[in-house]
């Protein structure tokens, strides 16, 4: 067999006990979050609709490769002749300004807040994950998780925070132009405690870009060496990095290589 594929015994045998490679495991793992997004629309979905989705859940690809993978994957859409439509006027109201500017540094707490969504591949599925940051601090005030992404995840994470900090008026809150960010009840309860809501650019992932770089690390650090299985997993995972390591412990290279608690407990020493 060695002989007919033209590699020598030993070549075969090194590459037939390799393990699976980390650019294996990330398509693996996009796999099966185009399977289970393709069955969410019913079939109704092809690459580009797709990939467009996964963009906005904080997954980036392009067209092309998920056109292949579905195409491995044998998934073929529902397809018909489409007609246009006028998008949705109120949608299109509901989004803000950017307001930050790509200005990630703040003077004080609760001058500027950011969030996301994220999402954590499980066995059955996969939970999600919306987290409010501090942006003087880097410190996650505010976090919800679980199994569908509704506007109430990222209405329990804007409440937790709220709850958690003495929040004054004119404070900027900024987000990407997901559809929970725009829907008219996390608008109202924004505007209703004074608040400033702040959107990316269509498509720039780098207008909020401390909040990439936050899930980037939980990922890292904590979901890609725990790979949770069950919601309940990822919730404790959560809990614990958050909780107990990233505010409490991790030095942050952009606050001076402190903990965003130490940080935070610097300012307000100054400020008694």
């Known amino acids: 067999?060695?002989?007919?594929?033209?590699?020598?015994?030993?070549?075969?045998?090194?590459?037939?006990?390799?393990?699976?490679?980390?650019?294996?495991?990330?398509?693996?793992s996009?796999?099966?979050?185009?399977?289970?997004?393709?069955?969410?629309?019913?079939?109704r979905y092809g690459a580009p609709r797709l990939a467009v989705e996964l963009n906005e859940s904080g997954i980036p690809c392009s067209v092309n490769y998920v056109a292949k993978l579905m195409a491995?994957?044998?998934?073929?859409?529902?397809?018909?002749?489409?007609?246009?439509?006028?998008p949705n006027i109120q949608a299109r109201n509901h989004v803000s300004d950017n307001l930050l500017r790509r200005d990630f540094n703040a003077e004080r707490p609760d001058e500027k807040w950011v969030s996301d969504i994220t999402?954590?591949?499980?066995?059955?599925?996969?939970?999600?994950?919306?987290?409010?940051?501090?942006?003087?601090?880097?410190?996650?005030?505010?976090?919800?998780?679980?199994?569908?992404?509704?506007?109430?995840?990222?209405?329990?994470?804007?409440?937790?925070?709220?709850?958690?900090?003495?929040?004054?008026?004119?404070?900027?809150l900024h987000s990407d132009r997901g559809v929970q960010y725009r829907s008219g009840e996390y608008q109202h309860r924004l505007l209703s405690k004074g608040i400033r809501p702040s959107m990316s650019r269509k498509g720039n992932c780098w207008d909020n870009a401390a909040m990439e770089s936050f899930f980037s690390?939980?990922?890292?650090?904590?979901?890609?060496?725990?790979?949770?299985?069950?919601?309940?997993e990822a919730y404790s995972l959560v809990f614990e990095y958050i909780e107990l390591f990233y505010n409490r412990v991790r030095r942050h290279s952009a606050i001076g290589y402190k903990s965003p608690a130490e940080y935070e407990q610097e300012y307000h020493e100054k400020c008694a």
């Not at 060695?2 to 294996?24: D, H, I």
């Not at 998934?75 to 006028?86: E, S, V």
Request: glycine share 6%.
């Open 1 to 28: 067999m060695c002989r007919w594929l033209g590699v020598s015994r030993a070549g075969y045998y090194k590459w037939q006990r390799r393990g699976t490679s980390e650019s294996e495991k990330r398509q693996q």
């Open 30 to 43: 996009l796999e099966k979050v185009i399977a289970t997004t393709f069955e969410r629309f019913k079939h």
């Open 72 to 86: 491995q994957s044998s998934l073929k859409a529902r397809n018909g002749k489409g007609y246009k439509f006028f």
């Open 119 to 172: 999402y954590i591949p499980l066995d059955k599925g996969f939970a999600y994950l919306a987290v409010v940051m501090d942006l003087y601090s880097r410190k996650i005030i505010g976090w919800s998780l679980d199994s569908t992404m509704t506007n109430q995840l990222i209405i329990d994470a804007f409440q937790m925070a709220y709850d958690s900090r003495q929040v004054k008026p004119g404070l900027i």
């Open 217 to 232: 690390r939980l990922k890292v650090e904590s979901v890609y060496a725990d790979q949770p299985t069950t919601k309940q």
